[in-house]
């Protein structure tokens, strides 16, 4: 009726919507006061790098696929967040500032991962990573419908759980608490990283940077990498790009845009977050 496209999300209520549009044509609000983004740690940073291993990311590709689809209320796809926390949890386990807990939504049993990485500064700033757990296929949600989703999403959680096991491996203990979220229910409107962001907003969490890794494991254009610029922040992107160019130095960057809020940044982006998206095409 209003010819406009309140984007991706699910809303509950029709009033929700209409807000949602609201926000989407004033812009975000303003959030918490920007970090600097002075690119000096590469004595820590590098041989962190160089400890990623290619063949951990795709045993845990092959891990999530091992289900017969991770859609939101089906039995694996509850299954899968278990299988994923206990992964986290062997990960983590002899490191007693990283914390691994299921978040239990309010309308539907699958649970999003969170692993809390504790930060020594005391001033409560924290960082989020992000990646969807669940699947789908258009053609049918049954528990036996296949829809592995190799690339949509497991790529992007595989690297947050490669980035989990360095850091917990290395012992390394950030400034800033880092959050690394594998989100329920991504494919049917966003809701899980909604119903985070929304309680990290009302409970005044001082989140001063969120990256979405949403498919990052196939090559589909000319480019290595490609940052959206709609429902993100112009300053964080170009963070993003230079420590790109500083620690990636053969990676190729273009910049596109989705069209819509195409996965769980947009959620943050809703809610005042400054969000990036890097995307693989």
Known sequence: ELRH?????????????????ERAAGGTSAGPARPGYAITNQAIVGPLLEQMQEKNIADTIEGLTGFANRYYSSAPGIESSNWLKRKWIELAASRDHISI??????????????????????????VVMGAHLDTINLLGTKDTTKAPGADDDASGVAGLTEVLRVLAASGYKPRRTIRLIAYAAEEVG?????????EYKKNAVNVVGVLQ???TNFKGSAKDIY??????????????????KVYLTTVTVGYEKCGYGCSDHASWSAQGYATSMPFEA
Request: negative net charge; hydrophobic residues 35%.
């Open 190 to 198: 966003l809701r899980g990283s909604q119903e985070i962001a929304r």
């Open 213 to 215: 890794l949403d498919m």
């Open 227 to 244: 940052i959206f610029t709609d429902y993100t922040d112009e300053g964080q992107n170009g963070f993003l790009e230079n420590l790109l």
């Open 101 to 126: 807990e299921p978040y239990a939504h309010a309308r539907y049993d699958q649970r999003s991962v969170i692993a809390t990485i504790a930060g020594t500064d005391k001033s409560a700033e924290v």
């Open 5 to 21: 496209c309140g984007g991706f999300m699910y809303h509950i209520t029709e009033a929700d919507g209409h807000l949602s549009m």
